[in-house]
Nanobody
Framework: VQLQASGGGLVQPGGSLRLSCAASGSIYSINDMAWYRQAPGKQRVLVARITSGGSTNYADSVKGRFAISRDNAKSTVYLQMNSLKPDDSDVYYC???????????????WGQGTQVTVSS
């Protein structure tokens, strides 16, 4: 199982970016999917999470600006980032709890990280 993230880049303050993360490989089911961010030398922190049923929760710093969604048919999670601020700059990682097979236990999987830089 692999998670492939894309969509990061350089954007001006007030701009938008859309991150995508697709899961591939042997997948029986995907439970929660999420986006985290991590600054150099700091712990990875939750940005947004979405359950298999579509329930969402967000870090207070991004409420009203970011929106997480998922396409279960494509095993993909998205993060729409609007009204971006310089403080949003970090490496963003996607996460999914995936059960590879019916008889297998689920596990945490992480994407490779994508850099988001908000700067004029």
């Amino acid at each position: 199982v692999q998670l492939q993230a894309s969509g990061g880049g350089l954007v001006q303050p007030g701009g938008s970016l859309r991150l995508s993360c697709a899961a591939s490989g042997s997948i029986y089911s995907i439970n929660d999917m999420a986006w985290y961010r991590q600054a150099p030398g700091k712990q990875r922190v939750l940005v947004a999470r979405i359950t298999s049923g579509g329930s969402t929760n967000y870090a207070d710093s991004v409420k009203g600006r970011f929106a997480i969604s998922r396409d279960n048919a494509k095993s993909t999670v998205y993060l729409q980032m609007n009204s971006l601020k310089p403080d949003d700059s970090d490496v963003y990682y996607c996460y999914a709890f995936i059960k590879p097979g019916f008889w297998e236990r689920g596990a945490d999987y992480w994407g490779q990280g994508t850099q988001v830089t908000v700067s004029s």
